[in-house]
């Protein structure tokens, strides 16, 4: 039976991006929903043997954000099932606050392209990647921290589930999105934009066979076999 891989996305451009590329190349049944729809918008239990939850502009500790709580309900249920999850940047939070860790402000925002020093290059390959993010998650209890910048932890793994704090799926078309947004809105300066879009290569693609490896060391952890 193919495995049926769920992205939950969260606007129209927190996209499954190179992440559903590698998903649909390994063969998976991949379908994508919309938290910020609430819970019209969430998947039903039992409708997917994978999770991965996008990012998101919002904050998980943002109890104003009506959706995030069901959105919260819906990992709960998916660990206790012991659906395997990968949760990028607001999803990494997401999910480590599922299994018990914390989420809080950084000391300074993430945005641009970062190197992470991890201890597991083969599954959390050291980018660069494209990171934007305010917050930061701690290793949830019985986590293993993987990936850190001096700032913040950069990725944990609990048994099947992987929380990163950066965006693999990221490429030129989705970031572009981002910096519009975040010009129009005041909140990117153009040296910022330029190097955010600039470390991309002529196919508008940042590290992608690293992305692949990253969403294959996720798969082999869930227990599936790669092609």
Do not use: Y
């Not at 590329?21 to 994978?50: I, N, Q």
């Not at 990992?75 to 990028?88: D, H, K, N, Q, S």
């Not at 704090?165 to 809105?185: C, K, L, N």
């Not at 005041?186 to 330029?194: C, F, I, K, P, Q």
Request: charged share 20%.
């Amino acid at each position: 039976m193919t495995d049926r891989v769920t992205f939950l996305a969260h606007s129209d451009w927190d996209v499954a991006g190179i992440l559903g590329e590698r998903a649909c190349e390994l063969g998976f049944s991949v379908s994508s929903s919309r938290a910020d729809h609430g819970r019209a918008g969430l998947p039903a239990p039992g409708t997917f043997d994978l999770l991965v939850v996008m990012g998101s502009v919002r904050s998980v500790t943002d109890p104003s954000v009506g959706w995030i709580g069901p959105e919260r309900a819906l990992v709960e249920g998916a660990v206790a099932e012991g659906v395997p999850v990968l949760g990028v940047c607001f999803g990494g939070q997401l999910l480590a606050q599922v299994l018990g860790g914390q989420v809080g402000r950084a000391p300074s925002p993430e945005i641009g392209w970062r190197l992470i020093e991890t201890t597991d290059p083969e599954r959390i390959p050291p980018g660069p990647w494209v990171s934007w993010h305010e917050d930061r998650f701690s290793a949830p209890p019985g986590a293993e921290p993987v990936a850190r910048t001096p700032d913040c932890l950069q990725a944990f793994v609990l048994d099947a589930h992987t929380g990163v704090q950066f965006h693999p799926e990221a490429d030129r078309q989705i970031v572009r999105h981002w910096v519009e947004e975040a010009r129009r809105h005041g909140s990117l300066d153009a040296e910022a934009a330029d190097e955010l879009l600039g470390g991309f290569g002529p196919d508008g693609r940042g590290p992608g066979d690293q992305a692949r490896q990253l969403f294959d060391g996720f798969v082999e952890r869930a227990g599936r076999q790669l092609p």
